[in-house]
């Protein structure tokens, strides 16, 4: 039997209707059965600053520790400015201090990024791998997931379309092999 692996899933938008939080609500409620998908919340997250790193925020603590307890990392990210959301950049700097103690060494790590034009957050996307090698996260490579138009993507009752759907369910259980290849328990 395979082992459950918990994944932490960090949306890189805060809008209510954001297309990347529905993305990632319908790949958690498809992803093969190892996986085990949570949406952690960045929102509540203070700027970094690294004079706190001996005594960090509580918000920032919790979320280190809840980061620390995944067995792999996903993360479902708009482009903003052809980059990453600064609130998702800001997560990723809370979970990576102090130095030498990161959070988020060794996770696997998959990338999702969409966006409303077709270029499908591409910058997005491999700007977060910037980071995630620097980090030491072995980030999958293929299916790259370059979604876009994401007005395209789902019905008018906010449902994934079925060509979306097969890509999101084809993803995942590459992911899943992925997981089980790199998750260091
Ligand atoms: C501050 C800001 C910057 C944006 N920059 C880009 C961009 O560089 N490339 C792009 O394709 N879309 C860009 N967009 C449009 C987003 O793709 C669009 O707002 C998308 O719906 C955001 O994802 P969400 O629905 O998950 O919130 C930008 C939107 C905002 C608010």
Redesign the pocket.
């Known amino acids: 039997m395979s082992t459950t692996r918990d994944v932490a899933v960090f ?3 805060l ?1 209510k ?5 529905k993305m990632a609500n319908a790949l958690a409620a498809m992803a093969p059965a190892p996986l085990k998908l949570e949406i952690v919340e960045i929102r509540q997250l203070p700027l970094y600053n690294q004079d706190d790193d001996a005594n960090p925020p509580a918000a920032s603590a919790a979320f280190k520790q809840r980061v620390q307890k995944a067995d792999a990392v996903l993360f479902v990210t ?6 990453m ?1 600064g609130v998702l950049k800001n997560a990723i700097d809370v979970a990576s201090r102090p130095y030498g103690q990161s959070a988020w060494e060794g996770k696997p790590a998959g990338i999702i990024s ?4 077709a ?1 499908g ?1 591409f ?2 996307n491999h700007h977060l791998r910037q980071s995630l090698t620097y980090l030491n996260m072995p980030a999958m490579q293929q299916p790259e997931a370059y979604l ?1 138009p ?1 007005g395209d993507s789902v019905n008018a009752q906010g449902e994934l379309i079925d060509k979306t759907r097969q890509f999101i369910v084809k993803f995942a259980e590459a992911f899943a092999v992925w997981v089980a290849q790199h998750a260091k328990t």
């Open positions: 949306v890189g938008s809008r209707e954001s297309f990347n939080r708009p482009e903003y400015n052809r980059s959301p969409g966006s409303v034009s270029v957050g910058g997005a876009g994401l």
